[in-house]
């Protein structure tokens, strides 16, 4: 199975921009479809976006459609996360997972990044 390693996390002010990465190894990436997920201090990790094995479906959350795009590039085996018009309460340490099954069963995600944080001061 794949190994995910997410970087791209920091501070930047609201309204600002980041865009994170997620590298997987091994052979079979493109096998997977992919998600980022998040989890602020004190709540449960959420769903924010998936992308099909193929990159030609995506899936977002109501909370992040319209300011985030999620996109992969199977020939460098990275799947990333464009953040847009960032807001306070998009804190959160975001992570990456992949799943076989279709990227909408969100509960099928089984393969985690460690995390990397995100911090948007207003």
């Known amino acids: 199975q794949v190994q995910l390693v997410e970087s791209g996390g920091g501070l930047v002010q609201a309204g600002g921009s980041l865009r994170l990465a997620c590298v997987a190894s091994?052979?079979?990436?493109?096998?997977?479809?992919m998600g980022w997920f998040r989890q602020a201090p004190g709540k449960e990790r959420e769903f924010v976006a998936a992308?099909?094995?193929?990159?030609?479906?995506?899936y977002y959350s109501d909370s992040v459609k319209g300011r985030f795009t999620i996109a992969r590039d199977n020939a460098k085996n990275t799947v990333y996360l464009q953040m847009n018009s960032l807001k306070p309460e998009d804190t959160a340490v975001y992570y990456c997972?992949?799943?076989?099954?279709?990227?909408?069963?969100?509960?099928?995600?089984?393969?985690w990044g460690q995390g990397t944080q995100v911090t948007v001061s207003s």
């Open positions: 091994g052979r079979t990436f493109s096998s997977y479809a």
């Open positions: 997972a992949a799943t076989r099954a279709p990227m909408t069963v969100v509960a099928s995600y089984r393969i």
């Open positions: 992308i099909s094995w193929s990159g030609t479906s995506t």
